[in-house]
């Protein structure tokens, strides 16, 4: 089964700083890591790899320093790593970062696409879904299982709030990866010399432009407008009661609950 998966280098977002100007992340001098659910849907493809057999290849848009993540999944045990990366992509908002995406997916061979739920420097679960849309396939998203049933068709379990659901799909076909999907593993010592002396397959806009429309990719291309970011405030100091038995905790905070009309 050959296997892509959409990966996204973030910045930590312990770290995460805002321009109160330009109302856009700082990046530079913020560590960079994968994106937790694409890390995710990275393990969950390679236990894929390693029950039918198959290749895994990472697929990465961003600048050329994100390169680093892809290297990173090869030394989990990925196959390939293909670089989207232009000058004419920067400022891309969702719709025209999964238009972008998608135009690279083209040019590669897939039976399964799986990109995660959602970044954690955006939160929006777009792109994934918009990617199934762009190339015209079935979508399965919030996906907490996958089981392979045969060649071309693949078991879902799909999270819901409070139950699942069962889904069979056929391929080719998107999935997109809840962090509890899998637990990812470690970079091996001789993963990453191997991932190190992997060349990267670099796609720009020269190499994509046959497949895209100029006035719907980068800032120009996105409709959608920031009106204000901000960091999460710090909460205030709590209240705090000292020597209570366990009934009169119990106690004082149902209190608590019913001043502020909770309970």
Known sequence: ??????????????E?????????????GVPSIINPDDKSGIEAALRI??????????????PPQADVAIREALAMGCDDGVLISGREFGGSDTLATSTIIAAGLKTLDYD????????????????????????????????EDIQVESENSIIVKRQY???????????????????ELAEPRYMSVSG?????????????FEELKDKLNPEHI????????????????????????????????????????EERHII
């Open 1 to 14: 089964m050959k296997i892509v998966v959409c990966a996204k280098q973030v910045p930590d977002t312990t």
């Open 16 to 28: 995460v700083k805002l321009d109160p100007k330009t109302n856009t992340l700082i990046r530079d």
């Open 49 to 62: 790899k390693e029950q039918v057999g198959g290749t895994v290849t990472v697929v990465c848009m961003g």
């Open 112 to 143: 399964l696409i799986i990109t995660g739920r959602q970044a954690i420097d955006g939160d929006t679960a777009q792109v994934g879904p918009q990617i199934a849309e762009h190339l015209g396939l079935p979508q399965v998203s919030y996906a």
């Open 161 to 179: 709030e409070d139950r699942y659901q069962k889904v069979r799909i056929k391929t080719p076909c998107v999935i997109t990866a809840l962090t």
């Open 192 to 204: 990453t010399v191997d991932a190190y002396a992997k060349e990267i397959k670099v796609l720009g």
């Open 218 to 257: 980068g800032l120009k291309g996105s409709p959608t407008n920031v009106v204000q970011s901000f960091t999460k405030q710090a909460k205030g100091k709590g209240l705090y009661y000292k020597d209570l038995s366990a009934e009169e905790a119990v106690e004082t905070i149902v209190a608590k609950l």
